[in-house]
C-alpha cells in the first residue's frame, strides 16, 4: 500500500541522507562509486527485486513510485514499517538492550505471533547485535546467527530512519518472487538485480536469506529473465560473483569486473577484497 502525500519536509537535501539502516552481507555502499557511472541517468520505472539493505536505491533516489521488493517477509516488513510508522518503530527499538540472554530471547520469539511494528523491530535489533550483522535463516525459516560481541552498538539510528522513512514514502514495496516482481516492467524502465551470489568456494555460500536458499538453478532462471528484459527494451544490471559460471550465463552481455571488500569472513585477519562482476545490459 502507498502512503499519502508526501511531507512538506520531504526536500531533496533530506532524503539525499537517507542511508542503509540494516547490516547486510553483499551491501554495495563500499563500491557505490564503482557502481554508479554504469547506470542510467535517465529511465522510467526503477525496480529492485532483491532489496536486502538497499544501498543502491538510497544512492540513486530514483523518480517517484519504485518498485521495491524482495523474498524475505521479515526484510520486508521492516521496510513497510520504516516507510509508514517510523516513529512508533523508533519507540519501539528503544526497548531494546544489549545483553546476550536477551538477545536469545529475543531470537526465539516467533515473528508469527508479533505484531508487524514488533516484527519490524525485532529484525532491527537482531541485525544490529548479531554476529557481522548477517541474516542466516534454517531449512524452518528460523533466524539462528549467534549473539554478536560489540561495544555499545547502536541499535536505534533515528536520524537514519527518519531519513529512510522519507526517501521511502512514494516506493511500493511487496514481498514477491523477483520474476514475479518484474512483472510490469516496460521499456525505459531499470531494473537492478542484486541475488545472492553464485559461491566463489564451499566455505562462502551464504544464500541463507530465506529458506530453501539460492542455488545454480536459480541463477540460471534468473539469467534468462535478464535477457528477457534486456530485449524488452529495459536497462537491467546485475552484482554477482566472479567466477566462471555467472560469467557464461551473461557472456552476451556487457560484464565490468570490480573489485569488492569481503567483511563476511570469521576471521578478521582473512577479510580481504575480493573480485565481483556487474552485468549490464547496454
Not at 520505472?45 to 517477509?73: C, K, M, T
Not at 514488533?118 to 531449512?139: D, E, H, K, P, W
Not at 539462528?144 to 527518519?162: K, S, W
Request: charge should be positive; hydrophobic fraction near 40%; aromatic fraction near 12%.
Amino acid at each position: 500500500m502507498l502512503s499519502s502525500n508526501p511531507s512538506p519536509m520531504a526536500q531533496r537535501g533530506e532524503i539525499a541522507k537517507a542511508a542503509p539502516f540494516l547490516k547486510w552481507a553483499g551491501g554495495k555502499t563500499r563500491i557505490l562509486s564503482k557502481i554508479r557511472p554504469v547506470f542510467p541517468e535517465v529511465y522510467g520505472r526503477y525496480f529492485e527485486p532483491f532489496l536486502g539493505g538497499g544501498a543502491v536505491f538510497f544512492d540513486l533516489r530514483p523518480p517517484a513510485g519504485a518498485q521495491l521488493s524482495d523474498i524475505n517477509g521479515e526484510l520486508v516488513n521492516v521496510y513497510r514499517c520504516v516507510r509508514d510508522r517510523v516513529e512508533d518503530l523508533i519507540a519501539h527499538l528503544a526497548r531494546h538492550r544489549y545483553e546476550k540472554n536477551y538477545y536469545y530471547a529475543v531470537r526465539a520469539q516467533d515473528p508469527a505471533t508479533l505484531s508487524p511494528l514488533a516484527r519490524a523491530s525485532r529484525m532491527i535489533f537482531l541485525n544490529r547485535t548479531c554476529f557481522n550483522g548477517l541474516y542466516r535463516v534454517n531449512r524452518r525459516g528460523q533466524f539462528n546467527v549467534p549473539f554478536g560481541r560489540y561495544t555499545n552498538p547502536v541499535i536505534c539510528q533515528q536520524e537514519r530512519l527518519r531519513a529512510a522513512s522519507l526517501a521511502l514514502r512514494q516506493c511500493t514495496i511487496g514481498q514477491l518472487d523477483y520474476a514475479t516482481a518484474c512483472t510490469s516492467v516496460k521499456p525505459g524502465d531499470f531494473v537492478y538485480f542484486d541475488p545472492p551470489y553464485d559461491p566463489i568456494s564451499s566455505t562462502a555460500n551464504f544464500t541463507g536469506y530465506a529458506a530453501g536458499g539460492f542455488g545454480r538453478d536459480e541463477q540460471e532462471r534468473l539469467s534468462n529473465l535478464f535477457a528477457r528484459l534486456a530485449e524488452l527494451g529495459a536497462f537491467v544490471a546485475l552484482s554477482n560473483s566472479d567466477t566462471p559460471f555467472i560469467r557464461s550465463l551473461y557472456s552476451e552481455f556487457r560484464v565490468t569486473r570490480i573489485e569488492a571488500p569481503r567483511a563476511i569472513s570469521r576471521n578478521a585477519a582473512k577479510r580481504r577484497s575480493v573480485y565481483e562482476v556487474l552485468v549490464t545490459s547496454a
